[in-house]
């Protein structure tokens, strides 16, 4: 493994995979680190991605897989481990023991929790964060999938085509996600859709059993008969290991600019870390390829 590459790319989830294809192109040595055996990042456990060009629909393994193939094609090197020990320092970059001319930071976002009781007591014991890992172990059972987002519809829609009774519990009136999903969602036999819930509490002795809910107008309670709920509320971008670093917005994620500059020069930020509009595939993938050129740009400065 190159311990001195032109662009050292923090995360392999799609802003990494792209950065990493521009990167060579441009002829630019490439390390890709990606803290999971598996490239992809979230985009990995989508189960189906249907507004990717090019793709009518596509599941999110799939894509991973041809992504990280061509960037291992073109010669970028994919190492699972994570990136840890930044030391971002103008003109002295290191991370661990890599010291490269330009870092691309891209280290995505994990899934927020609903810190309920419970929730930690079943974890991998009836509590998820991925239907797409997890759902072939609640075929044909009942389940709640918690969230108003993209996400949470298309978990909700996945857990269905396994024979899943699913019960979509949403804090607000109003969905977050796209018209489309929402009307499948509405549209299918083996989906229940309550709102404006709050889960309260799971529960359970050795698994899940139940989901205790309040409603967020009138204060009346509920118990769902449950075998698994799946949480789906939103994501937190991985930058606690940068903070120190590089400028960090409201949400904890990187300012910078269309450009991915970080203000640190040789440093950018691509996809889920970086604060932006809109937090798609396309959008990460758009934010590796200019992070890739810009820190072409800056290394032949």
Same mark, same amino acid.
């Given at each position: ?5 032109? *662009?050292?790319?923090? /995360? #392999? !989830?799609?802003?990494? =995979?792209?950065? +990493? ?5 441009? @002829? ?114 009942? *389940?709640?999938?918690? /969230? #108003? !987002?993209?996400?949470? =519809?298309?978990? +909700? ?5 396994? @024979? ?127 992070? +890739? ?9």
């Amino acid at each position: 493994m190159n311990r001195t590459p032109d *662009v050292l790319i923090a /995360g #392999g !989830g799609p802003a990494g =995979l792209t950065a +990493a294809i521009y990167a060579r192109r441009a @002829g630019l040595s490439a390390v890709v680190l990606e803290k999971e055996p598996m490239p992809g990042g979230q985009m990995a456990t989508t189960p189906d991605i249907e507004n990717m060009p090019g793709f009518t629909a596509i599941d999110g393994f799939s894509l991973s897989m041809k992504m990280a193939e061509q960037a291992k094609e073109l010669g970028a090197e994919i190492a699972a481990l994570a990136a840890t020990d930044f030391h971002l320092e103008p003109g002295r970059l290191r991370v661990m023991e890599y010291a490269p001319k330009t870092v691309v930071l891209a280290m995505g976002a994990r899934r927020k929790r609903l810190n309920v009781p419970g929730e930690d007591t079943f974890a991998g014991r009836g509590v998820s964060y991925c239907a797409v890992c997890d759902g072939n172990f609640f075929k044909n059972r009942p *389940v709640a999938v918690i /969230g #108003g !987002g993209n996400t949470a =519809l298309e978990d +909700a829609l996945h857990l269905a085509a396994l @024979g899943c009774d699913v019960t979509l519990i949403h804090r607000r009136d109003g969905f977050r996600g796209s018209p489309p999903l929402l009307e499948r969602i509405r549209q299918h036999p083996a989906i229940r859709v309550m709102t404006p819930w709050l889960p309260v509490s799971i529960e359970g002795e050795t698994v899940v059993t139940g989901l205790r809910l309040t409603h967020a107008v009138s204060g009346e309670t509920a118990v769902l008969p449950l075998s698994g709920v799946f949480v789906c509320i939103g994501t937190i971008a991985n930058t606690e290991d940068v903070k120190q670093w590089v400028p960090l917005g409201p949400e904890g994620r990187i300012l910078a600019g269309e450009d991915c500059e970080t203000g640190v020069p040789g440093v950018f930020a691509a996809g889920d870390v970086r604060e932006k509009p809109l937090y798609q595939i396309v959008t990460a993938a758009a934010d590796g390829a200019v992070a +890739a050129m810009r820190a072409a740009a800056f290394i032949s400065r």
